[in-house]
């Protein structure tokens, strides 16, 4: 399956496209349906296609896991620490007034930075699960392998 | 969808029930964009038709693909399943009639959101406004979920393979 050349093509012309859409969900989720959580899965996604046609180990070097498990907690971090902003800026938590010059800005600005907060957790997690488990299989893959070779 | 749920019971071929799962997402999702609800049609194509069926293809690549017989007549199940559905389907005869305007869900906060959202959050999406900024609490608490599943799978996961490691190296260690 890995080494079919329309599989290739395909995946490459159709990569850009589908991080672009996900960029798109993500920052234009307050005017059109979508947002962080649909933005995250479609960028996972894309990476996940790389993944499964190049193999795990190319979409590790362009995503790396280490880049990945600090993403996870850094997209609580962005939402949560919001909060905190408004706090020290004298409002409740996760009330977003006090970050713009005017109330409304606040508002927009606030969902935008906790959208991406979601975003980037929602992706990397499902980066992750998907590391996981496809690195199983590529070590039962081997395992079989040296199996063969030892019989 | 009733003939993808009925192909899922009849096939023993564990391929063909992940596809027809990735099926019938797809058409739960169409039937979310009929309902005008295109954000939650958006997260069941990509959740469900397309995350879970990567995420079950990679397991299937680690067990075997043939559904394993069965042992004993699922008459168990069967009478679990029809008694949840029927109290299911009991408990939907006391919900009000369809998209009526006075339905109690359409009484409560929903006017004010409707109203407001727009002058308020300068956000057309009404359920951005509402899941980013009025619910604010609510989405945190999603994202602590999906971050605390991440970490849960990424545990359980790598620490076998350290354990099978260090079971190796000992191994190695003993020769």
């Known amino acids: 399956m890995r080494d079919t050349v329309i ?11 589908i991080l672009m859409f996900a960029l798109y969900v993500q920052f234009h989720g307050e005017y059109g349906p979508g947002g962080g959580f649909q933005a995250g899965v479609a960028a996972a996604a894309a990476v996940i296609l790389y ?5 795990i180990a190319e979409a590790r070097k362009v995503v790396p896991r280490s880049i990945v498990n600090t993403m996870i907690p850094l997209g609580v971090l962005i939402f949560a620490g919001t909060g905190v902003v408004s706090i020290l800026l004298g ?4 009330d977003y007034t006090p970050l713009g010059s005017k109330p409304a800005k606040g508002q927009h600005l606030g969902i935008l930075v906790v959208e991406f907060g979601v975003f980037v957790t929602v992706a990397s997690t499902m980066l992750a699960i998907f590391y996981v488990f496809g690195g199983r299989a590529d070590e039962a893959d081997e395992k079989a392998k040296n199996e063969e070779g030892g019989e | 969808m009733v003939v993808t749920v009925i192909g899922i019971i009849r096939a023993h071929n564990l391929f063909a029930v992940v596809m027809l799962g990735g099926i019938y997402s797809f058409l739960m999702a169409t039937v979310l964009v009929v309902l005008d609800a295109v954000d939650v049609a958006m997260t069941e194509a990509a959740v469900g038709a397309g995350m879970s069926t990567v995420l079950l293809l990679a397991v299937l690549h680690l067990t075997r693909t043939r559904e394993a017989p069965l042992r004993h007549a699922p008459v168990i199940p069967l009478l679990i399943c029809l008694l949840t559905g029927g109290a299911l389907v009991y408990g939907t005869l006391d919900l009000p009639p369809f998209g009526q305007p006075d339905n109690p869900q359409n009484l409560h906060v929903a006017p004010y959101y409707l109203e407001n959202s727009i002058e308020e959050t300068k956000s057309p999406n009404v359920v951005t406004a509402v899941l980013a900024s009025y619910r604010g609490f609510d989405t945190l608490g999603e994202v602590a979920v999906i971050f605390s599943a991440g970490i849960g799978v990424l545990i359980l996961l790598s620490r076998r393979r350290r354990r099978e ?5 000992e191994g ?3 020769k």
């Open chain 1, 91 to 94: 409002e409740n938590y996760l």
């Open chain 2, 172 to 174: 190695r260690s003993r």
């Open chain 1, 7 to 17: 599989l290739r093509v395909v995946v490459k012309v159709l990569l850009p496209a």
């Open chain 1, 51 to 55: 993944g499964m046609v190049f193999g």
């Open chain 2, 165 to 169: 490691m260090v079971v190796e190296d």
